[in-house]
T-cell receptor
């Protein structure tokens, strides 16, 4: 099992460009999450999908959109990138929604916006 | 004020020392308390998980929760260079709230 995979691993964008971060899991999990990690800020939830067909905002959703394409895949889109979106982005999945369930994380995407 | 506060360190200890990590929180609704370990340039992975106040041991690792003080701790006994990582506390209501993470280096 690959677990949670993310593409790309690294990306450099210019301000105003758009891009989509891809995430897939092969653990048959119902819930998926997108976080960003910044120095001194820990992991902050951007969006989550409790089950296929549903998505909800997290703590820092502004500037992002998501799509739960099917049970396996959850993508994050930046429509018009800004330097404040420079960060490391992690996708995670869990058996069910709710903080009591162990979340499994992907290796991350390192994004720089210039 | 953040819901979860964690001293980011960094913390550097010699091999064999006891490592002590702490978090405080403000949300009384938190029920589950977790510690994730994150190696450099990797995603976090769950290390330990507790539900109630008290201690939980897993090998060299001990997690403590004091709900009355809203304070949780992780102790690593006989620390090894392989324990060098960032440790993030996390706690839940409908979602996980993470601390900033403490970076630990164990010197051989």
């Amino acid at each position: 099992n690959a677990g949670v995979t993310q593409t790309p691993k690294f990306q450099v964008l210019k301000t105003g460009q758009s891009m989509t971060l891809q995430c897939a899991q092969d653990m048959n999990h119902n819930s998926m999450y997108w976080y960003r990690q910044d120095p001194g800020m820990g992991l902050r939830l951007i969006y989550y999908s409790a089950s296929e067909g549903t998505t909800d905002k997290g703590e820092v959703p502004n500037g992002y959109n998501v799509s739960r394409l099917n049970k396996r895949e959850f993508s994050l889109r930046l429509e018009s990138a800004a330097p404040s979106q420079t960060s490391v982005y992690f996708c995670a999945s869990s058996e069910r929604a709710g903080g009591s369930y162990e979340q499994y994380f992907g290796p991350g995407t390192r994004l720089t916006v210039t | 004020q953040k819901e979860v506060e964690q001293d980011p360190g960094p913390l550097s200890v010699p091999e064999g020392a006891i490592v002590s990590l702490n978090c405080t929180y403000s949300n009384s609704a938190f029920q589950y308390f977790m510690w994730y370990r994150q190696y450099s340039r990797k995603g976090p992975e769950l290390l330990m998980y507790t539900y109630s106040s008290g201690n939980k041991e897993d090998g060299r690792f001990t997690a403590q929760v004091d709900k009355s003080s809203k304070y949780i701790s992780l102790f690593i006994r006989d620390s090894q260079p392989s324990d060098s990582a960032t440790y993030l506390c996390a706690m839940n209501d409908y979602k996980l709230s993470f601390g900033a993470g403490t970076t630990v280096t164990v010197r051989a």
